[in-house]
């Protein structure tokens, strides 16, 4: 394997149909780039695992929320060796009662998949909160020197961008990632009015590996806001500018100091309001119309 691979052949593993599944040539060549003796699938969805292991001999665990299993709420059944998890994207594609029955999963199981499923999270926060449960979930699960296989990619909603890689939790030590082509999808077929769209063609793997049993570092990516106002290092410049853009109006100099003062920007320089004004004559971003400050035409 390279840091790169492409699959235009998904292989006859797991079913075409089963929207969002990968490659299985991806899982074969993992097993063989990385000699593994097992490997587990929790969330195996149409199967590919599963089939890619029976081909290739290699025993493992296969459960999935349309096998009566609930990551949310139940025990993983074992200490696996290796993992692969190939979580939903979001709601990109929502699974339960698409892919499959939820009145077949309550008939059976006892239990409705629509609750804890994943691709039915309420936003993007709700999912991450939910993803990073199941993969420390899953790393816990892990023997010492195991590896864990996450295959996941971004996928863009009303002009945001969401990255699973961003926001999800690294556990353990991160040994690899791997870029992989897609494929085959259903977006391929659309056509997108916005110049400024960049059409998604690639997933991430990421390989977390099991280094430690008990004390294990951890990313966890944190979201916050930041005041410019409260920010060291951002410049005079950038602080007034941006609270003239913030405001949209003229600014006096006795208005700008009222927006600045109490912050930390103004709390490391007791002379903060001379500088104020040295920012305003010294930077041609700003112009002068009587007693009011407005920033300059681009």
Known sequence: ??????????????????????????????????????????????????????????????????RGFDMMTMDIPERAENLFWHPPYGSMIVYSDHMYSAKDIISR????????????????????????????KQYASLEKGGRMFVLMGDWKKNGVL????????????LEQIIIKMQHNCVSDQRTYGSNNFVPIVHEYLMVLRKDAAVII?????????????????????????????????????????????GHKKCKANPNWRAKVRQTLYINNVFKRSGDAWTLAAA
């Open 162 to 173: 969401h990255s699973m890689l961003c926001d999800i939790a690294k556990p353990g030590t």
């Open 1 to 66: 394997m390279k840091s790169v691979v492409s699959y235009p052949d998904r292989g006859k593993f797991g079913k075409s149909s089963y929207r969002g599944n990968c490659s299985g040539r991806l899982i074969q060549d993992l097993i063989e780039q990385y000699k593994l003796d097992s490997l587990s699938d929790y969330m195996v969805g149409s199967g590919t695992t599963e089939d890619v292991c029976r081909a290739m001999n290699i025993p493992g665990t296969f459960l999935d929320l349309n």
């Open 109 to 136: 199981y006892g239990f409705d998949p629509r609750v804890n499923d994943l691709s039915r999270a309420k936003d993007w926060d709700d999912f991450v909160r939910k993803m990073n449960y199941c993969c420390l």
């Open 217 to 261: 570092p951890i990313c966890l990516p944190t979201k916050r806001k930041m005041d410019m106002r409260d920010s060291l290092s951002a410049t005079w410049r950038d602080v007034v500018a941006a609270v003239m853009e913030d405001s949209r109006k003229p600014l006096t100099l006795t208005d700008i100091y009222e927006q600045v003062s």
